[in-house]
Nanobody
Framework: QVQLVESGGGLVQAGGSLRLSCAVS????????MGWFRQAPGKEREFVAA????????YYADSAKGRFTISRDLAKNTVYLQMNTLKPEDTAVYYC??????????????????WGQGTQVTVSS
């Protein structure tokens, strides 16, 4: 059974940082891209960042470039999202996802195969 379990969300002041974690289990992910999405209240879910599990190739949404960094630890089977210089508009539920593909660029445009339950990030002004 595939599981993606997010953690690390919380309340932070604007300008602060958070690191989200996504622990993955239940299969090998060598043919997968792992990604982070977010959904703010009243808005559609949007893509944030993606990383190819095997090679570490990256892809970011424009809103994440320069402030967010996605990474993975193969030994710990964990994907991270380091978020710096947070803004109130970053407030959302953040979801980890996995998609069977070799191209991170496809992550925003096609449905993912697996999702985590989400973790709340709230940025106060």
């Amino acid at each position: 059974q595939v599981q993606l379990v997010e953690s690390g969300g919380g309340l932070v002041q604007a300008g602060g940082s958070l690191r989200l974690s996504c622990a993955v289990s239940g299969r090998t992910f060598n043919s997968y891209v792992m990604g982070w999405f977010r959904q703010a209240p009243g808005k559609e879910r949007e893509f944030v960042a993606a990383i190819r599990w095997s090679t570490g190739s990256l892809y970011y949404a424009d809103s994440a470039k320069g402030r967010f960094t996605i990474s993975r630890d193969l030994a710990k089977n964990t994907v991270y999202l380091q978020m710096n210089t947070l803004k109130p508009e970053d407030t959302a539920v953040y979801y980890c996802a996995a998609k069977r593909t070799l191209s991170p660029i496809l992550m925003p445009h096609t449905p993912s195969d697996y999702w985590g339950q989400g973790t709340q990030v709230t940025v106060s002004s």
